[in-house]
């Protein structure tokens, strides 16, 4: 989540991209400054207002990436890939370095990359289990490292909580955290793959935000696509390991629940600051909400109304959920249309009607119900697994980061393991750590 420079713009800021307006929103400097500047993630300074390079990156091709008219190629099970670019091992180490310090001011160092690596959008198909098994076209990103190797290890990677349309995996250049595991780990040898969730990206759908089929669905496609992607590329799989951070920790979690119930392997796992009990996460900031909660916390309960409503067809969930007053900028948050970034609540207490206040309540009502089935560890997990927490983590509690593991060591199984990433570690921070920690941990286990 790189920090970008402040726009001295005090009047509205619009970016139109093939004639549609893709942000519109005023705000001064100092508003921008205080609601954005060092927010944890998901908030990022760029999700609300893109600036001059966003347009020029999206209208000509970057000097980062090859720019060279590439066709897509069909790989098989449906799915076609197109290089997209290219990272040489001076970008991949910037990355690791300067952009890294943009993005957390958190102390980590990263083992330098060691070889190039080639990026491909990859198109396949999919379909969203909440909706009957409706088909779907889903997006994602592959990276196969340049090594001259016919066998490398396979990590999947899944992203956090966006707010601007195409800050996600197959849009490299607008996903800091996507940079940050290509750098890392396809910089020294990894096949990384990362799904775009649906409704993200170029998908046509209404965002999925923490519709926990709709996630492992996504990755389970991208992961039979990369296969047969790799199967054309004449790149065999070694290993397989999947990681995520934040909501894509959420994710990581649903997708090895799914993994494992259809047998197919997975060297090992981990999460950073995963929110893996729904109900749990959404309780605490409601009711017991700690001085260092993030203000942009209000955004979740949004983007999670909306998407539950649309995915499991329940007309009025969202409306039910947030302040009258409050329901059209809500709404327009969801949609990602323009509005007044300087209007949006930071309070829950102004959005969200005062009855969900109520543990009670809330457990019983349509919206807590939904969060109640959105949980993604109460199984026996098979495949070693880490979770990485932050002891000053504006978003998830050190209780609910150690979450899986107390409740799978409460049942006798020792696979899940949380691990601190230190007393000065915030939501940034966390993911920071747990990057380089999962590198360690994902070397040693390797076939050699």
């Known amino acids: 989540m790189a920090s970008y420079a402040e726009s001295p713009l005090t009047k509205e800021e619009q970016v139109v991209y093939q004639g549609k307006v893709l942000r519109c929103w005023p705000m001064d400097r100092k508003s921008r400054s205080r609601f954005l500047q060092d927010q944890p993630y998901p908030m990022r300074t760029k999700h609300h207002v893109l600036f001059a390079a966003v347009l020029l990156l999206l209208a000509i091709p970057s000097p980062l990436l090859w720019a060279e008219e590439t066709v897509a190629k069909p790989a098989g099970n449906g799915a076609q890939y197109e290089l997209i670019g290219r990272y040489d091992i001076a970008r991949l180490n910037k990355i690791l370095t300067t952009e890294l310090a943009d993005f957390t001011s ?46 490398m290890p396979l990590v999947s990677y899944q ?19 996507t940079r940050l595991m290509v750098a890392q780990f396809a910089g020294q040898g990894y096949v990384v793959v990362a799904a775009d969730y649906f409704g993200l990206g170029l998908s046509t759908e209404n965002e999925g935000f923490m519709v926990k ?59 950073a600051s995963a929110p893996s009990d729904a109900l749990v996460a959404f309780n605490g900031w ?6 260092i909660d993030a203000p942009w916390l209000t955004t979740v309960f949004v983007l999670s109304g909306f998407a539950l409503e649309k995915y499991y067809g329940i007309p009025g969930l969202a409306q039910a959920l947030i302040n009258p007053d409050q329901y059209e900028i809500a709404r327009k948050l969801y949609t990602r249309e323009p509005f007044n970034i300087n209007e949006f609540p930071t309070d829950l207490h102004t959005l969200i009607r005062p009855e969900y206040f109520s543990p009670q309540y809330l457990a019983e009502s349509a919206y807590g119900k939904l969060l109640r089935e959105a949980q993604t560890y109460r199984w026996v997990v098979k495949t070693p697994l880490r ?37 000065k570690a915030n939501h940034r921070g966390t993911f920071a750590y ?14 050699r």
């Open 106 to 151: 958190f102390p980590v160092n990263y083992t330098p990359a060691r070889n190039a690596v080639k990026l491909y959008r990859v198109t396949y198909s999919s379909v969203i289990p909440e909706r009957g098994n409706k088909p779907t076209t889903a997006y994602g990103l592959i990276a196969i490292p340049e090594t001259g190797k016919t066998a």
């Open 159 to 177: 992203h956090g909580t966006v707010y601007g349309q195409r800050e996600v995996p197959s849009f490299p250049e607008e996903s800091m955290e």
């Open 213 to 271: 089929g709709s996630h492992q669905q996504a990755c389970l496609d991208l992961y039979y696509a990369a296969r047969a992607v790799l199967g054309r590329e004449q790149v065999q799989v070694m290993d397989f390991f999947i990681t995520g951070w934040s909501l894509g920790g959420f994710a990581t979690m649903a997708f090895l629940e799914k993994l494992e119930s259809l047998d197919i392997p997975v060297r090992a796992a981990s999460t």
């Open 286 to 291: 409601l009711n017991f909400p700690r001085k």
């Open 387 to 423: 979770n990485y927490y932050g002891e000053i983590d504006e978003v998830i509690t050190t209780g609910l980061g150690k979450l899986p593991m107390v409740y799978q060591q409460s049942i006798g199984n020792t696979q899940v393991e949380a691990f601190s990433a230190g007393p």
């Open 434 to 447: 747990a990057v380089a920690e999962q590198k360690k941990w994902f070397d040693s286990l390797l076939t």
